[in-house]
């Protein structure tokens, strides 16, 4: 039993219902339903009764919910008491590649608008190394692209993404309107490392419909990729967020998946333990105002489709 079983317990027995606890503390109705569950195995009793799709607290929900409040409110006063010990702030941020050099300068700026004396640490890897380092308590959250697979991590979808198929203008593939899925077949590629998201969602797709392809090259720098697909005529499979410049500049041609399979996510991580400081609740609020690019405004784009 923990601090943040309490907060979740107060929560609901204030709103009377997980759905609202679950949207204050960022985290799934399961994960509200499983700490709740928790508390009643720990002390033996049951805390709500569930009516007419509404929960009741009761006698005993009541007893520990006097208790709860008197050791949050001392939790938090001692918080307090720490902070002021040490006045500067900080937040250990974990971003996948295409996080970083797309969203995360931003994302900070805007962070030390609300926290100009704060100190940020940031950590730029693909997704598999972000997920150790948050189960290691290196990081205090991540934002990533990959699929998180360790139960003891949270993972909230915060941004939308898409892949598109990127090439030169000068590339075969640059003139033509639809492409169609078998043309994929042994042409050369760059691709992200092993363990980066991009690379999964992508290597899954051509898995899935028995797609063979050429890895020329392995990169786990954008501008390194982006320099093969222009100088060594490679196909690559990224982020519509990193070529941005490229395409106003004409630089690069890209081609969108017509059944929109290469669609995604990024994710805000963190640890199912981690107890959230006022900065980090405001970091997660400054993540959501980046939800969609907005520059896909009238782009044009080719089609690779299936049928």
Known sequence: MTIRHLKIFIEVADSGKMSLAAAKFYISQPTVSQAIRELEEHYGVLLFERLSKRLYITPEGKKLLSYARQAVKQFDELEEAMQITNQTRQIRIGATITVGVCLLP???????????????????????????????????????EGTIKHRDLVSIPMIDDFLVLACSPSHPFATKKTLHLNELADQAFVMREQGSGTRE?????????HIPIKIAEEANCPGAIKYAILLNQYLSAISIRLLKDEINENKIHVIKNHENEWNRHFYLVYHKDKVFSDMLYCFTDIVKEYKSPEFLDGLQMGELTRF
């Open 106 to 144: 931003t994302i900070i700026n805007d962070l030390k608008k609300q926290y100009p004396d704060s100190e940020t640490y940031s950590f730029v890897s693909n997704t598999r190394t972000i997920e150790q380092k948050l189960l290691q308590s290196e990081l205090d959250v991540g934002l990533v």
């Open 201 to 209: 969602l992508f290597e899954q797709y051509l898995n899935k419909f």
